[in-house]
Every structure is written in C-alpha cells, then in structure tokens.
C-alpha cells in the first residue's frame, strides 16, 4: 500500500539533489574555471513482498548514481591584469598548500607582501623546479611567455609548473577550484599547452541552459508532490471508509 509514496518519494528526492547541483552551478557561473556538475541517476529494482505470484512484481526507485564533472574548458577572457593566467588547452596548475600539492585552472594571481606569487587564498604558484616565484621590490614588469617561463625586466626567473593526469574524473574537488588526485592518478608534465597572460578562464556553466533546467526541475518536483499529496489523501479516504465499514 505505501509502494507508492516511496517510489514518488525517491523521484522527490532525486529533483531536489538536482536542483541544488543546478542552483550551484548557477551561483558559480562567474567563478573562473569553475566546472559545471552534473548528477546522474539510475533505476534500483526491487521485488514486492509478495514473491507467491505466478508474475511477481517489481517497483522501479530513483537512485542517485552519483555526480560527474564537466570537464570541458571554460572560455579566456582578457583582464590586462599581469598575473592572470589562461591556460589554453589541457592542463593544471601546481600550489603548495598546508594539505600538499593541489591543483587548479584558476590563473588569478597575485603578489603577497613577500613577493610571493600566490592564489587569492595565499597559496604559492609552483615552478617546475618545485619552488615557488618570488619578485624582488625594484622588479615591477612581469612577462609569462606561452610555454610558461616567467621573467622580469631583469631577466627569467623560472618557469610555470604544469601538469596533466590520465584520468580527470579522478580528480577530487577540495575548496577554492582546487583538486587533489588519487593513488594511481599521478600528475605528469605536460608540454603542450600554451599560458596566455592578461587572461583567464571563465566558467563552463551555460546560463540559460542552467536556468531552464531549474524551471523544469521544479515543475516535476511540485508535479511529484501533488502525486505524493493525492496518495495520502487516497489512504486516509480509504481508512475512513473501512472504520465506517466495521464500526
């Protein structure tokens, strides 16, 4: 008899999974290279109790298979700001965190009081001798060529670290668009992709396509709870009318 409302139940709590991964995605679509996140489900099959018929039945639930990351690359954007990086093809960058090594497109740099290259949240942007970049006071033009070396008007000072894994779905989301990779996912070198200065990537969330998922989302959601709601009026009709019947 409750078969019902749990199936609708399952369905319910799947749309709103998906409305809080789509009303991420919308909250994030200024972020730069954020990646858009997806939600995927699947059908859990289950048997009724009653396994005595000759055609047993069988009730189909929502299940939520898990989230799956769009790794495609967000557009560059011109800033004219000399420590934002774009990184035009595949590719990440390397920080030194309290944590270990994490990884990011984010290209948005600064300088600290020491001099230090640095994301928005302190953490130094890695060479690809493993130290970080350090500008001296007097040295005040910074150039990124497109294979990632890194110079001052009084010469290079060392070259960005970039790398790239062989499986991308691996990588885990930690905070900030940063990511740290599993056992058997080692980074490796890459020297294929170009670094534009003066440029960063922009998040890969299309609006409007993020928006009309939402409207149609919360029509099935509202849709599912009218189900939900007939289904318990049914049940309580039909418990009146047996407590009238054996009164």
């Known amino acids: 008899m409750e078969n019902t409302l749990y199936v609708a139940l399952s369905r319910q709590t799947a749309l709103w999974r998906n409305l809080e991964t789509s009303a991420n995605n919308m909250a994030n679509m200024n972020t730069p290279a954020y990646k858009a996140m997806e939600p995927h489900f699947t059908q859990y099959f289950t048997k009724t109790s009653n396994d005595e018929r000759l055609l047993k039945d069988k009730l189909t639930y929502t299940h939520d298979f898990g989230i799956v990351r769009d790794l495609s690359d967000g557009a560059l954007q011109k800033t004219g700001n000399d420590l934002d990086f774009g990184i035009n093809g595949d590719g990440y960058f390397v920080l030194d965190t309290v944590d270990g090594e994490r990884y ?3 290209g948005h740099f600064k300088l600290n009081n020491e001099g230090m290259i640095v994301t928005e949240d302190g953490n ?9 970049f350090f500008i001296a006071p007097d040295e005040a033009k910074i150039t990124l060529f497109k294979d990632g070396t890194l110079s001052t008007e009084n010469g290079p000072i060392g070259k960005v670290k970039l790398v790239a894994f062989d499986d991308r779905l691996k990588l885990k989301e930690t905070y900030s668009g940063m990511y740290k990779t599993v056992e058997g996912n080692e980074p490796k070198e890459t020297v294929e992709t170009a670094l534009e200065q003066g440029m960063l990537e922009q998040s890969n969330v299309k609006p409007v396509v993020e928006m009309t998922k939402v409207i ?4 099935a959601y509202e849709a599912t709870n009218k189900l939900i709601d007939a289904e318990n009026q049914r049940r309580d009709k039909m418990m009146d009318t047996f407590a009238r019947v054996y009164q």
């Open 216 to 219: 149609a989302l919360h029509r």
């Open 124 to 132: 130094p942007l890695l060479g690809q001798d493993g130290k970080p």
């Open 104 to 106: 990011t497109r984010n």
